[in-house]
Nanobody, 123 residues
Framework: QVQLVESGGGLVQAGGSLRLSCVASGRTFDKNAMGWFRQAPGKEREFVAAITWSENTDHADSVKGRFTIARDNAKNTVYLQMNSLKPEDTAIYYC?????????????????WGQGTQVTVST
């Protein structure tokens, strides 16, 4: 079992930056692939970024060049650095973990989820 707690969300103006954090507890963290997803009102949850145990990363096309996923296994933490934020990035952001070392881009591949943190980008 893995417990995930996100933090770092908030209100920011377009063009600004935020860094989300997700602290994991429970079973061994460094063997889990981790991911970030987001869900805007009235929309389905969508993939944002993923990172493997060996720190290979994947980012959705919509955030490439602006968002960066990273992890610190010593702190059991995964981060999402978000720069050049746009109003369309407004959503609840969820951290997720899966019981495999390889990352995935579909939400169904992840077994553990955090409670989410709200990110709101104003114009």
């Amino acid at each position: 079992q893995v417990q995930l707690v996100e933090s770092g969300g908030g209100l920011v103006q377009a063009g600004g930056s935020l860094r989300l954090s997700c602290v994991a507890s429970g079973r061994t963290f460094d063997k889990n692939a981790m991911g970030w997803f987001r869900q805007a009102p009235g929309k389905e949850r969508e993939f944002v970024a993923a990172i493997t145990w060996s720190e290979n990363t994947d980012h959705a096309d919509s955030v490439k060049g602006r968002f960066t996923i990273a992890r610190d296994n010593a702190k059991n933490t995964v981060y999402l650095q978000m720069n050049s934020l746009k109003p369309e990035d407004t959503a609840i952001y969820y951290c997720a973990a899966r019981g495999f070392t390889i990352g995935a881009t579909t939400s169904g591949a992840y077994s553990y989820w955090g409670q989410g943190t709200q990110v709101t980008v104003s114009t």
